[in-house]
């Protein structure tokens, strides 16, 4: 019992240096010469205008957020479609279920006005 515990332990402990060793190192081993020419925002190429924070309509974030909810959707039901075949009536239910809860979200916020562009 305690031997199949040692790799879950053993997970937890190396987990959090698999990130963070990389980022320390450069740290230690990267140049480090800063100069303001390499301190200004740059974009895309194009010569920064003006102040970096630009408020944005949140809409646009609602639209992603729903996008996501729609496209984990597809992935969840890709799966279950494939194997229609071979799937229990439990299974069937649980889709069903599944569906019905993703129609009711698109319903809330077709009827909140989200997905109207303005």
């Known amino acids: 019992m305690q031997a199949e515990w040692q790799f879950i332990v053993l997970f937890f402990i190396l987990s959090p240096i698999f990130p963070a ?45 729903v996008f996501v909810v729609f496209d984990i959707e597809a992935v969840f039901l890709f ?23 993703l129609a009711d979200g698109l319903a809330y916020a077709w009827g909140r006005g989200v997905l109207e562009w303005v």
């Not at 060793?21 to 974009?43: C, H, M």
């Open 79 to 101: 799966p279950i479609a494939a194997a229609y075949g071979r799937l229990d009536f439990f299974a069937i239910g649980a889709t069903l279920l599944f569906i019905l809860l």
């Open 21 to 65: 060793a990389p980022v320390i190192i450069n740290r230690l081993l990267g140049p480090q010469k800063p100069n303001p020419i390499k301190q200004q925002t740059y974009e895309c190429g194009i010569e920064a205008v003006g102040d970096s924070w630009v408020q944005f309509k949140v809409q646009y974030y609602i639209y992603a957020l």
